[in-house]
């Protein structure tokens, strides 16, 4: 595939890959300087009928993703949107610290919504970024009328439970061309079932260094890949997340019993999530909403037009 015109190229090729007849939205880049040199980098999708509408829903992804695997979801969604590449991840600063963290990213998504949008959102996380999400809706309530957390609950690993995906992203960190990455993607069983939507999503997730190679955009393949070629360091990185995950679980369930607006959880059936996991997030936030839906992990990649359509009448009803 060769390079597009720019990032925003896609959306009328998704939009029609979707069956989605509506006019493509406004994208543009956005980024923000953080106190510590870091930057944070954020899509902003504007209606067409609607240009100069601020934002009404943000989004965060998940670890390892970046802020277009929201892109059909937004299509569907129909409102001005609002996408954050958490740190770490995308166009966003790596953190020289490796805390990718619920609470230690959540005040640089603040500063981002403060900067970005102009009323309370829907706030809407994936995986790694429905914890943050519950850490920013916990924290900065005034920048969240609704929150939606996707397949995760606090003591579950955000970073991709599946050892398949901690493989894939062990292996090597630099490639000859975006093909080889394709290639590997799809032998792994990832990239959405075609070499087109895989290579679309090889593209948003590297970039051509000076040198000419490939490599990932996100920190955690290099961290995985690290730690892969150094088993005893890797040994001694598990004992220490074994320890400190517990503490973790429990400050997620505390950020959830802090958030004062409505909170949703969407669950995918064939999704992280176990039944124990929904029984004890029912339990623990009896007043939030559950909803089921047919998917994997990755809901906004498997079923965009369903969560669009959803969260749209969520949106609507706030």
Sequence with gaps: MSDPIDEFSFLPEQAEEAGLGVAVPRG???????????????????PAD?????????????????????????????LPALAIDLPGHGDSSWREDFAYVARVLAPD??????????????????SLGGLTAAAV?????????????????????????ASQ??????GPVDWASRDELVDRALSFGMGG????????????????????????KHHFAHLANAMSADPVAAAAAQRQQDAVSAVLGESGWQDLASVAAPTTLVRGSRGYLTD???????????AASLIEVESGHNVQEDVPIELG?????????E
């Design 28 to 46: 543009e880049r956005l980024s923000l300087a953080l106190g510590d040199g870091r930057t944070l980098s954020a899509l902003r999708y504007t």
């Design 50 to 78: 609607a240009a100069e509408a601020p934002p009404v829903v943000t989004f965060l992804h998940g670890a390892g993703l970046n802020a277009h695997t929201w892109d059909t979801t937004i299509l569907a969604l129909g």
């Design 109 to 126: 998504v603040a500063a981002g919504m403060d900067a970005w949008t102009e009323a309370p959102q829907v706030l809407v996380g994936q």
């Design 137 to 161: 809706a916990a924290s900065r309530p005034d920048l969240v009328r609704a929150l939606v957390v996707v397949d995760i609950t606090p003591g579950l690993d955000p970073d991709g439970g």
């Design 165 to 170: 995906i901690r493989e894939f992203f062990a």
């Design 193 to 216: 079932g075609t070499r087109r939507k895989a290579a679309r999503g090889v593209y948003f997730n590297s970039r051509v260094r000076p040198d000419g190679r490939v490599e990932w």
């Design 276 to 286: 124990a996991d929904a029984a004890e997030f029912a339990r623990r936030v009896p």
């Design 309 to 317: 359509t959803r969260l749209r009448a969520l949106a609507d009803a």
